[in-house]
């Protein structure tokens, strides 16, 4: 199996941007905690799916060897500006957009100057140290037409695509929990979950990955994306998921904690 490690992590920017407030701060470094795991399992490349690079007409992959730039959040643009350096593995990213047919979708590279890399790629990088030239990644973008069991089958191609390239990977899936975002202005000193509903719905979906309990997962999963508009719709771990062909020991929860209202965690997998 090609999957050396495997990881989630939060989508949000502000654990990078602002991580003086204190919960947030818990997950910046539970990150770069899982950051340190992830590097001493020496990959030769990460397999990156953000929930945040939308895309509706193709499934989308970075083949630009090279990406740089200053990101301007959409929505967290008062804390701070986001530099980025990032190095893609464009031999195999540019293996999976040829892959991608045999699963009945239509895929193509993404090669120029100034591409908008989105928040939860810039961010989770950095925190975990990813993106250079030595830990390059192969990033894939959300669909937004493509379901959880499509979203499998595309981390499971893109670890299919390592294993014929002899390449071991790191997996990681890049978004939140629970989606419920406070809509008026809060002094992120005093940051909670939007409801305690969504707090319920968020631990026991950690509590069952942390047990490895897939069969229970794929049955709630569907229950947690209605109940506590989880963070599109849970992909983020259906493409974790297919790269480990469905299946983990267990995993350890380094945090989880409110951004904004929002669900987060940081958890990484035992294969």
């Not at 970075?62 to 008062?78: A, C, F, K, P, Q």
């Not at 790629?121 to 959300?142: D, M, Y």
């Not at 990977?169 to 000193?189: C, H, N, W």
Request: hydrophobic share 40%.
């Amino acid at each position: 199996m090609p999957v050396v490690s495997a990881f989630l992590v939060p989508g949000s920017p502000l654990p990078k941007l602002k991580p003086e407030i204190s919960s947030w701060g818990r997950l910046a470094a539970a990150v770069q905690r899982a950051g340190r795991a992830l590097e001493a399992s020496r990959p030769d490349a990460v397999l990156l799916y953000s929930t945040q690079w939308y895309a509706v007409l193709d499934e989308q992959w970075l083949t630009r060897r090279r990406s740089t730039g200053i990101h301007v959040d959409e929505n967290w643009y008062e804390f701070g500006d986001l530099p980025y350096d990032l190095h893609a593995d464009t031999e195999l990213a540019h293996a999976c957009v040829a892959a991608c047919p045999r699963i009945g979708v239509h895929a193509r590279g993404v090669n120029y100057d100034g591409f908008p890399i989105d928040s939860g790629t810039i961010a989770a990088s950095s925190l975990l140290g990813i993106g250079s030239a030595e830990r390059p990644l192969v990033v894939a973008s959300n669909n937004l037409y493509h379901d959880a069991q499509t979203t499998e089958q595309l981390g499971a191609l893109a670890a299919a695509c390592a294993d014929e390239q002899g390449k071991r990977v790191a997996v990681v899936g890049v978004g939140g929990l629970s989606g419920s975002l406070f809509r008026t202005e809060i002094d992120p000193r005093s940051d909670r979950l939007a409801s305690s509903d969504d707090d319920k719905w968020n631990q026991r979906v950690l509590r069952l990955i942390e047990s490895g309990d897939v069969a229970e997962l794929r049955r709630v999963i569907p229950e947690f994306s209605s109940g506590a508009r989880a963070d599109m719709g849970f992909k983020h771990f259906h493409w974790i998921l297919g790269a480990l062909k469905g299946r983990f020991v267990g995993a350890r929860v380094h945090a989880y904690g409110p951004v904004y209202g929002s669900g987060a965690a940081v958890v990484e997998f035992t294969l």
